[in-house]
């Protein structure tokens, strides 16, 4: 590893001259040594910290604290990134919305966040906000797709300047570095002082307890956020305030479509299962349904699930509904049903290109052995990956299925049907799902499918509201799916979980 | 050390403790290490499988996953697919595929049926050998060194450790302990990237308050898995008791635990001293005749930000008490730092012996206020014992 950081407070420190003052970047804080008495107005972000005989303060108060302290100090040792002139090597022409989000952004001197649905070009927002910054950066992605597509990306645009990646396997901190929140996360403490700018691609991931320190222990004063689902299950999505800074822009997908979206249209299909499978799947159900009785559980509440799984752990017979539940759900989900269904689906569209989505790994390798259709998997290694969406964007393959991999942001062009095999009804998840396949296409109508085992836990996944199977029903299915893009207007489709 | 969902936990009012293996527990590790020795040269899946089927309805189901998470830690799994390349194949498979213009089962079955003679399979077979690089069909190749006894042990470890994942900070309390014990428990600390307080003295022992840098502004589980890392430093201590504060479900729970606890460290206890020149000095020092007795039982100097541990006391029968630390063999750097700490300490009564092979002179250690010592070769305990009675 490149550029070790010497964490001197765990270090012995050597000839250090109390007269002295320095700030200085320790593991996640600014250290403010030398000073017998902390200078006036500087008690708002800085604390004594007994431990080491000096000032401690949380390193993202950098930029307050930098103005207000820089008179007082004989030296800074705290900020080790550059400035960087970065030239862009790729012919920018960027569409209204995204000049105005980077106008906003700008605005708010360089902190806050762009929610922009996907397909909508936050990539080259991002790009733009790097120019404009000209520091070095750390480019946060949630997934090894994303980063390999900033990557590319960021060579074609700046070829002159290193880029490394951290995380999948990596560690090079490069002036440019991409890094997964996984990874960055863990190196933070280390790396915190080495950019100006971060940059964080679907910022909604940030706010949990674990990400989150990225931006607390990082000192860079330009912060920017791209997503197109803020909002979190758990409310932490205010969070991003303190953490990156405010919305500064925001668009819906209504707002855009025509221009830049494609039209689109939302299809489900029903199938039923099997007689064999039907039997199997209400012998499990029975199973389950006897030992929650028995037990007076509930699963309607998050409450009721966690005394189910506590309960379960605990005897033979919880076991078995444990494992019950479970048989169901695999059924509901990987019933040869919908490989028929999803079969007659690539009957329809012979030639077109296909994005298939399923839940889990299992199913996702199933329809590749029964299809010949090559199979993304959080499995399938970079290399490999790569040359899969290679040829498909080149027209090579005409299909691809996946098993969640695409859910955020990986470019996937052309893509003309969508099917989701087993899907969750979480809204963010829809939306992006939808999203992947949005992209900007010449006049093309784009068509989701969503197969959906008839009668079985899924179905109600999938639509909270009962209704009748009468003709006005995927009309108002079709409603319920757009209702996701506009909180407001979404009434009885709140995200699972 | 486990995940979270491997983890037990009992609580008592605001205490909570580790759930350790019950005695008739202890089989399962007999049996998940002969399962997976029966699986030598066998796939992950079917070594999955086999230790599907051995938990069965057990309700002991999370305890047969925590050896077995804990074993194939130090297990080797290794890609053996022969003369087939699976991702060649794939592509092969795929863009053929792709070229008949639509998919479909039937179709599907012809491309097989064009490719399978090629590498003179069956289609079925060649329908499976599409993913045999997958992780579930590697090959169990290097079984891991585990006794039944030693995976018990790393898993009662591995439960105090989990408890430690939520640890908001620890305090620890040692006392009477030998210097290089000392040492090492601050090296780990440090090793770690935890921060840590030392208050008290020798006679009524030392508190270490151990947390992070940033634990300053908000109290915060981020450090906990470090502490996790460094509990089994911990055990190598002799007399040591720790209080952990935990935060869990928003709730303030204690967790505490000391040298009695039945929990075994990791490693092989390191040597008693730090080096040869130390042992020989100590050695000879007992066959003096002199009321100053030695003691590996010191001091521990706080710098802040690091520590000073000198290698031995020496204790009068009138009380006066004095202490030692030698200067052996050192890297120029460590030397650098251990003249810096000598000066910060600045302990009167401790006596500095520096070797001659060292290049440092009486220069250097001016602002330090004891006695130094210059010897060549070994250390002569008369030599200190000298020095001793012209102490203040």
Same mark, same amino acid.
Request: aromatic fraction near 8%; glycine fraction near 6%; charge should be neutral.
């Given at each position: 590893?490149?550029?070790?950081?010497?964490?001197?407070?765990?270090?012995?420190?050597?000839?250090?001259?109390?007269?002295?003052?320095?700030?200085?970047?320790?593991?996640?804080?600014?250290?403010?040594?030398?000073?017998?008495?902390?200078?006036?107005?500087?008690?708002?972000?800085?604390?004594?910290?007994?431990?080491?005989?000096?000032?401690?303060?949380?390193?993202?108060?950098?930029?307050?604290?930098?103005?207000?302290?820089?008179?007082?100090?004989?030296?800074?040792?705290?900020?080790?990134?550059?400035?960087?002139?970065?030239?862009?090597?790729?012919?920018?022409?960027?569409?209204?919305?995204?000049?105005? /989000?980077?106008?906003?952004?700008?605005?708010?001197?360089?902190?806050?966040?762009?929610?922009?649905?996907?397909?909508?070009?936050?990539?080259?927002?991002?790009?733009?906000?790097?120019?404009?910054?000209?520091?070095?950066?750390?480019?946060?992605?949630?997934?090894?797709?994303?980063?390999?597509?900033?990557?590319?990306?960021?060579?074609?645009?700046?070829?002159?300047?290193?880029?490394?990646?951290?995380?999948?396997?990596?560690?090079?901190?490069?002036?440019?570095?991409?890094?997964?929140?996984?990874?960055?996360?863990?190196?933070?403490?280390?790396?915190?002082?080495?950019?100006?700018?971060?940059?964080?691609?679907?910022?909604?991931?940030?706010?949990?307890?674990?990400?989150?320190?990225?931006?607390?222990?990082?000192?860079?004063?330009?912060?920017?956020?791209?997503? /197109?689902?803020?909002?979190?299950?758990?409310?932490?999505?205010?969070?991003?305030?303190?953490?990156?800074?405010?919305?500064?822009?925001?668009?819906?997908?209504?707002?855009?479509?025509?221009?830049?979206?494609?039209?689109?249209?939302?299809?489900?299909?029903?199938?039923?299962?099997?007689?064999?499978?039907?039997?199997?799947?209400?012998?499990?159900?029975?199973?389950?349904?006897?030992?929650?009785?028995?037990?007076?559980?509930?699963?309607?509440?998050?409450?009721?699930?966690?005394?189910?799984?506590?309960?379960?752990?605990?005897?033979?017979?919880?076991?078995?509904?444990?494992?019950?539940?479970?048989?169901?759900?695999? $059924?509901?989900?990987?019933?040869?049903?919908?490989?028929?269904?999803?079969?007659?689906?690539?009957?329809?569209?012979?030639?077109?290109?296909?994005?298939?989505?399923?839940?889990?790994?299992?199913?996702?390798?199933?329809?590749?052995?029964?299809?010949?259709?090559?199979?993304?998997?959080?499995?399938?290694?970079?290399?490999?990956?790569?040359? &899969?969406?290679?040829?498909?964007?080149?027209?090579?393959?005409?299909?691809?299925?996946?098993?969640?991999?695409?859910?955020?942001?990986?470019?996937?062009?052309?893509?003309?049907?969508?099917?989701?095999?087993?899907?969750?009804?979480?809204?963010?998840?829809?939306?992006?799902?939808?999203?992947?396949?949005?992209?900007?296409?010449?006049?093309?109508?784009?068509?989701?499918?969503?197969?959906?085992?008839?009668?079985?836990?899924?179905?109600?996944?999938?639509?909270?509201?009962?209704?009748?199977?009468?003709?006005?029903?995927?009309?108002?299915?079709?409603?319920?799916? +757009?209702?996701?893009?506009?909180?407001?207007?979404?009434?009885?489709?709140?995200?699972?979980? | 050390?486990?995940?979270?969902?491997?983890?037990?936990?009992?609580?008592?009012?605001?205490?909570?403790?580790?759930?350790?293996?019950?005695?008739?527990?202890?089989?399962?590790?007999?049996?998940?290490?002969?399962?997976?020795?029966?699986?030598?040269?066998?796939?992950?899946?079917?070594?999955?499988?086999?230790?599907?089927?051995?938990?069965?309805?057990?309700?002991?189901?999370?305890?047969?996953?925590?050896?077995?998470?804990?074993?194939?830690?130090?297990?080797?799994?290794?890609?053996?697919?022969?003369?087939?390349?699976?991702?060649?194949?794939?592509?092969?498979?795929?863009?053929?595929?792709?070229?008949?213009?639509?998919?479909?089962?039937?179709?599907?079955?012809?491309?097989?049926?064009?490719?399978?003679?090629?590498?003179?399979?069956?289609?079925?077979?060649?329908?499976?050998?599409?993913?045999?690089?997958?992780?579930?069909?590697?090959?169990?190749?290097?079984?891991?060194?585990?006794?039944?006894?030693?995976?018990?042990?790393?898993?009662? +470890?591995?439960?105090?450790?989990?408890?430690?994942?939520?640890?908001?900070?620890?305090?620890? $309390?040692?006392?009477?302990?030998?210097?290089?014990?000392?040492?090492?428990?601050?090296?780990?600390?440090?090793?770690?990237?935890?921060?840590?307080?030392?208050?008290?003295?020798?006679?009524?022992?030392?508190?270490?308050?151990?947390?992070?840098?940033?634990?300053?502004?908000?109290?915060?589980?981020?450090?906990?898995?470090?502490?996790?890392?460094?509990?089994?430093?911990?055990?190598?201590?002799?007399?040591?008791?720790?209080?952990?504060?935990?935060?869990?479900?928003?709730?303030?729970?204690?967790?505490? +635990?000391?040298?009695?606890?039945?929990?075994?460290?990791?490693?092989?206890?390191?040597?008693?001293?730090?080096?040869?020149?130390?042992?020989?000095?100590?050695?000879?020092?007992?066959?003096?005749?002199?009321?100053?007795?030695?003691?590996?039982?010191?001091?521990?100097?706080?710098?802040?930000?690091?520590?000073?541990?000198?290698?031995?006391?020496?204790?009068?029968?009138?009380?006066?008490?004095?202490?030692?630390?030698?200067?052996?063999?050192?890297?120029?750097?460590?030397?650098?730092?251990?003249?810096?700490?000598?000066?910060?300490?600045?302990?009167?009564?401790? &006596?500095?012996?520096?070797?001659?092979?060292?290049? *440092?002179?009486?220069?250097?250690?001016?602002?330090?206020?004891?006695?130094?010592?210059?010897?060549?070769?070994?250390?002569?305990?008369?030599? *200190?014992?000298?020095?001793?009675?012209?102490?203040?």
């Amino acid at each position: 590893m490149k550029n070790i950081t010497k964490d001197t407070a765990g270090l012995y420190r050597t000839g250090r001259d109390d007269a002295e003052r320095q700030l200085r970047f320790d593991r996640g804080t600014l250290l403010l040594e030398g000073v017998a008495e902390l200078p006036a107005g500087l008690e708002t972000w800085f604390c004594y910290d007994p431990r080491v005989d000096a000032y401690r303060a949380p390193a993202h108060r950098y930029g307050e604290i930098i103005g207000p302290l820089k008179g007082e100090l004989a030296r800074n040792q705290a900020p080790r990134y550059q400035r960087r002139e970065l030239v862009c090597a790729l012919e920018m022409i960027p569409y209204p919305h995204q000049q105005e /989000a980077l106008a906003a952004w700008r605005a708010a001197k360089g902190r806050g966040v762009v929610v922009l649905p996907t397909g909508a070009g936050k990539t080259l927002v991002g790009l733009l906000a790097l120019c404009w910054a000209r520091r070095d950066a750390l480019i946060m992605v949630p997934t090894l797709d994303l980063m390999q597509q900033w990557y590319a990306l960021l060579r074609t645009a700046f070829p002159d300047q290193e880029t490394g990646l951290i995380g999948g396997g990596y560690h090079e901190p490069q002036p440019l570095t991409i890094a997964t929140y996984d990874s960055a996360a863990r190196h933070i403490e280390r790396l915190g002082d080495r950019f100006g700018l971060l940059l964080f691609d679907e910022a909604h991931h940030l706010p949990s307890e674990f990400y989150r320190v990225i931006a607390e222990f990082s000192l860079a004063p330009y912060r920017l956020g791209l997503t /197109a689902t803020p909002e979190r299950s758990d409310g932490k999505d205010t969070d991003l305030l303190d953490l990156i800074g405010p919305i500064v822009y925001r668009k819906r997908p209504e707002q855009l479509a025509g221009d830049v979206l494609a039209d689109f249209q939302v299809r489900p299909v029903h199938v039923d299962l099997s007689p064999a499978e039907r039997v199997a799947y209400q012998q499990a159900l029975d199973e389950r349904n006897a030992f929650l009785q028995a037990n007076h559980l509930a699963l309607n509440t998050l409450e009721g699930w966690n005394r189910f799984v506590m309960l379960s752990a605990r005897s033979v017979d919880g076991r078995r509904a444990m494992r019950a539940h479970r048989d169901a759900r695999r $059924i509901a989900h990987a019933t040869p049903a919908k490989l028929r269904a999803l079969g007659m689906i690539l009957a329809n569209h012979p030639g077109a290109k296909t994005v298939i989505f399923t839940e889990d790994n299992a199913t996702a390798y199933e329809v590749s052995q029964r299809f010949l259709i090559p199979c993304l998997t959080h499995q399938t290694l970079i290399k490999e990956r790569q040359d &899969i969406l290679d040829r498909f964007k080149s027209g090579v393959y005409a299909a691809i299925v996946t098993s969640n991999v695409l859910n955020e942001g990986v470019d996937v062009p052309d893509a003309s049907v969508g099917v989701i095999l087993s899907g969750s009804a979480s809204a963010r998840e829809f939306v992006q799902r939808l999203g992947r396949i949005l992209r900007r296409g010449d006049g093309k109508k784009a068509v989701l499918y969503e197969v959906i085992a008839r009668e079985t836990r899924e179905e109600r996944v999938a639509d909270r509201r009962r209704m009748p199977p009468d003709p006005g029903r995927k009309v108002e299915r079709i409603e319920a799916t +757009l209702a996701l893009f506009d909180p407001e207007r979404s009434t009885g489709l709140k995200p699972g979980r | 050390m486990l995940p979270s969902d491997l983890l037990f936990s009992h609580k008592r009012g605001a205490q909570v403790y580790p759930r350790f293996l019950r005695r008739e527990q202890h089989a399962w590790a007999e049996r998940v290490l002969n399962l997976i020795r029966e699986h030598q040269h066998r796939t992950r899946g079917e070594l999955h499988a086999a230790l599907r089927a051995l938990e069965g309805d057990s309700p002991d189901y999370r305890i047969v996953r925590g050896f077995a998470h804990l074993a194939l830690n130090a297990a080797e799994f290794t890609l053996a697919t022969g003369e087939l390349e699976p991702e060649a194949l794939r592509r092969e498979v795929f863009t053929l595929a792709a070229e008949r213009g639509g998919y479909g089962e039937t179709q599907a079955r012809e491309v097989l049926e064009t490719v399978a003679p090629r590498y003179r399979l069956e289609t079925a077979t060649l329908r499976e050998a599409l993913y045999a690089d997958l992780p579930e069909n590697h090959l169990l190749t290097a079984l891991p060194d585990f006794t039944p006894d030693r995976l018990v042990d790393r898993y009662n +470890l591995a439960q105090a450790q989990g408890l430690l994942y939520s640890a908001l900070y620890l305090r620890l $309390i040692a006392h009477r302990n030998v210097p290089g014990e000392y040492r090492r428990l601050f090296q780990h600390l440090k090793f770690h990237g935890l921060m840590y307080a030392v208050e008290g003295n020798l006679d009524d022992g030392y508190q270490i308050y151990v947390d992070g840098p940033a634990s300053l502004f908000k109290q915060t589980r981020k450090y906990g898995l470090q502490m996790a890392m460094f509990l089994p430093a911990l055990l190598r201590v002799s007399r040591w008791e720790m209080e952990a504060m935990l935060q869990r479900d928003g709730q303030a729970l204690s967790y505490r +635990l000391d040298s009695q606890s039945p929990l075994k460290p990791l490693t092989a206890a390191p040597p008693a001293y730090d080096s040869l020149l130390e042992e020989s000095f100590a050695r000879r020092w007992e066959k003096l005749e002199t009321p100053w007795a030695l003691e590996r039982e010191v001091e521990i100097v706080d710098l802040k930000g690091t520590v000073f541990v000198p290698d031995f006391a020496l204790r009068h029968s009138d009380g006066r008490v004095a202490h030692v630390e030698i200067m052996g063999f050192w890297h120029p750097d460590y030397l650098r730092r251990k003249l810096d700490k000598l000066r910060r300490a600045a302990m009167p009564n401790l &006596i500095v012996a520096v070797s001659e092979r060292l290049n *440092v002179g009486a220069d250097d250690f001016r602002d330090v206020p004891g006695p130094v010592l210059f010897f060549k070769g070994k250390l002569e305990p008369r030599a *200190v014992l000298d020095t001793l009675e012209h102490l203040p």
